[in-house]
């Protein structure tokens, strides 16, 4: 790393964007946002962990690579899953969503405390305008768990806007955003008023991205090979899988060349033959593909216009975010909507990593923030436990009293006054929720507390004033005062996106650690063995299986590796027939299977690549 980041010049806070598809980190250098590479010198890295056979965390595009020949040690897309308490099975593991992004997560800080050193960093993180308060939290705890303290959560749309810099955003508008990544289409409409960022209205489609445009190019390299050859590829895992490769790439060329050549030397095999592909597709015909796709964004490009009430003329600047807004048809629609370019200048993939590390710069003092208090909204209600009417006129307790509304632009105080409910009465208790649901039972409980010293009076007749403030780091202040005497009381809820209980935040520390942990100690075990190349004992991964399943997954890959040789060169023959010796000899030892077969899965999956 070469970058001149002076000790003490300014507390790093860092921005990030985790993605469905694809990640990125970004700081404030020299008061300019810049991506932060990771050690390999990717400036965005896959959102996908694996945890291999040897207990190793493996996050990124090595994760990627393995997710068709380890399915069940690889997770891909786990950001669609935040907020859900079902566990994903990984490697043996049942493993939160918070969890597997944390794991994630934690390869990102890598590359952080390799910059500014060890140690907890000070974070914001960017999610979906359209995050339930549960994702939000989700995605918070990762952070923390990946050993990030999480100053802020902030929409993307909101952190997009920000990376098209505080210089651009001086005058008052409307803000069209329209992202299209690798697996969902968001588009938002942010207000820019009086220095505030808004997001006014949001919504997409989470199965919508450029995977889908992938897709569709193997159906069509496939259908050219069944018409030649009379062989549907996508039956063949392996030939599958390389399709899918070979399409992105061929879509990704197709952004800057009009035709793309394309040739495979070995897609399948049929009858002990390769079959190959050697053809060319023009950007017109793959745009032909995706039609379909691409009108469904425009239709809920309009809605979104519809939904914050605006026509396409309000929009004052548009911008294109996620990596496959980098094709040109896109480019072209949205210009022909909104009769004007979008600004260009910022790489699409990189927009709101960057954006969130201008908030995080706001934060920190890295840049001045005279001129612009970039904001989000309250993402979700917060208010008090009422007596509520309930059938018939009756009162019931635990009705819900919003005092600061889900959407509420902040830093926000808003104040509601409520009475006693019975004759006598001389204390309340304020029971303080957040949810949208009208009965308390169903929020969440942030803090209660206790108003004592009310004069005995008759029903009604005493007057609470309750008021809550709520900032812009998620702390929330409630005050709550007798009106008559002026008595009050105040408590603050530390973190109002923090109400995770701290037990399953604990045991989820525990978890990710024990992960590491295991790993540290099976290479201490193992550093106590001497064993040859040939007879490494891995006991402990072999036991997983059930032997028998084990013997029939040895028998399935020595079969298709006898399979393949059709296509394989001499020499690559002579390894195949070395490797599947190998597995015999641990099928006979009964010992090693596993890491056997793996090596044959390995050189089958070089083979076709
Ligand atoms: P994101 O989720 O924003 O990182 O976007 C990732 C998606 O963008 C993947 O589907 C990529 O294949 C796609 N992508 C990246 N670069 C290009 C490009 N030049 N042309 C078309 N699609 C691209």
């Known amino acids: 790393m070469n970058n001149n980041y002076k000790k003490n010049e300014f507390r790093p806070i860092i921005g990030i964007d985790f993605g469905t598809t694809n990640s990125a980190v970004a700081y404030i250098r020299n008061k300019k946002p810049q991506i932060l590479e990771s050690a390999n010198g990717g400036r965005v890295i896959p959102s996908v962990l694996l945890i291999d056979l040897g207990d190793n965390v493996v996050v990124?595009?090595?994760?990627?690579?393995?997710?068709?020949?380890?399915?069940?040690?690889?997770?891909?897309?786990?950001?669609?899953?935040?907020?859900?308490?079902?566990?994903?099975?990984?490697?043996?593991?049942?493993?939160?969503?918070?969890?597997?992004?944390?794991?994630?997560?934690?390869?990102?800080?890598?590359?952080?405390?390799?910059?500014?050193?060890?140690g907890e960093k000070e974070a914001v993180i960017t999610v979906p305008a359209y995050f339930t308060d549960a994702q939000r939290r989700a995605t918070k705890q990762a952070g923390e768990l990946a050993g990030f303290v999480v100053e802020r959560i902030i929409n993307e749309p909101t952190a997009a806007a920000l990376a098209y810099g505080l210089n651009n955003l001086k005058k008052d508008g409307h803000i069209l955003v329209y992202d299209l990544g690798g697996g969902t289409f968001d588009v938002s409409i942010v207000e820019l008023m009086s220095g505030i960022l808004e997001v006014k209205a949001s919504t997409g489609n989470n199965f919508l991205g450029g995977e889908d445009f992938d897709w569709k190019l193997v159906d069509w390299l496939a259908n050219k090979i069944i018409n030649m050859h009379n062989v549907?590829?996508?039956?063949?895992?392996?030939?599958?899988?390389?399709?899918?490769?070979e399409a992105e790439n061929i879509k990704i060329k197709l952004s800057s060349e009009e035709t793309v050549k394309i040739i495979i030397p070995v897609v399948t095999v049929k009858d002990n033959q390769p079959i190959g592909l050697s053809t060319r597709i023009k950007r017109r015909e793959f745009v032909n593909l995706i039609d379909d796709l691409l009108q469904e964004t425009i239709e809920l490009t309009k809605n979104v216009l519809k939904d914050a009430e605006l026509s396409v003329g309000?929009?004052?600047?548009?911008?294109?975010?996620?990596?496959?807004?980098?094709?040109?048809?896109?480019?072209?629609?949205?210009?022909?909507?909104?009769?004007?370019?979008?600004?260009?200048?910022?790489?699409?993939?990189?927009?709101?990593?960057?954006?969130?590390?201008?908030?995080?710069?706001?934060?920190?003092?890295?840049?001045?923030?005279?001129?612009?208090?970039?904001?989000?909204?309250?993402?979700?209600?917060?208010?008090?436990?009422?007596l509520k009417e309930w059938k018939l006129s009756r009162l019931k307790p635990g009705g819900f009293a919003v005092i600061i509304p889900k959407n509420t632009t902040i830093p926000v105080t808003r104040s509601e006054e409520f009475t006693t409910t019975y004759d006598g009465q001389t204390e309340v208790s304020i029971e303080i929720y957040q949810g949208e649901h009208e009965w308390v039972s169903n929020n969440h409980k942030l803090g209660e507390f206790l108003l004592g010293g009310i004069p005995a009076n008759h029903v009604g007749k005493e007057i609470i004033e309750v008021k809550f403030r709520y900032n812009l780091n998620g702390i929330l202040e409630v005050q709550a005062e007798c009106v008559s005497t002026g008595k009050e009381m105040t408590i603050t809820v530390q973190d109002?996106?923090?109400?995770?209980?701290?037990?399953?935040?604990?045991?989820?520390?525990?978890?990710?650690?024990?992960?590491?942990?295991?790993?540290e100690e099976e290479i201490e075990d193992r550093e106590d063995i001497i064993y040859s190349d040939e007879d490494i004992d891995d006991e402990g991964i072999d036991s997983e299986q059930s032997w028998e399943s084990l013997i029939e997954e040895a028998d399935t890959y020595i079969k298709q590796l006898n399979e393949l040789k059709g296509i394989m060169e001499e020499k690559q023959q002579k390894q195949a027939d070395k490797l599947i010796r190998r597995l015999r000899k641990a099928i006979e030892n009964e010992n090693d299977v596993q890491a056997k077969i793996e090596d044959i899965i390995d050189f089958i999956i070089d083979l076709t690549l």
């Open 232 to 245: 549907d590829p996508r039956g063949d895992i392996r030939a599958k899988a390389l399709l899918k490769k």
């Open 314 to 386: 309000d929009i004052d600047e548009v911008l294109l975010v996620g990596g496959s807004t980098k094709i040109p048809r896109v480019y072209e629609l949205i210009s022909d909507l909104f009769d004007k370019n979008p600004r260009d200048g910022i790489n699409p993939d990189e927009a709101v990593a960057l954006g969130a590390a201008v908030q995080a710069g706001l934060k920190s003092g890295a840049l001045p923030t005279s001129e612009l208090i970039a904001t989000d909204v309250a993402p979700f209600s917060m208010g008090v436990a009422v």
């Open 60 to 118: 990124g595009k090595d994760a990627l690579d393995s997710l068709v020949a380890m399915p069940d040690r690889t997770v891909a897309a786990v950001k669609r899953r935040m907020g859900s308490n079902n566990p994903i099975y990984v490697s043996g593991r049942d493993l939160l969503p918070q969890e597997v992004a944390a794991l994630i997560l934690k390869e990102l800080k890598k590359s952080v405390d390799a910059l500014f050193g060890e």
């Open 496 to 519: 109002a996106l923090d109400r995770g209980s701290q037990k399953s935040f604990e045991e989820s520390m525990e978890k990710i650690k024990s992960i590491y942990k295991e790993r």
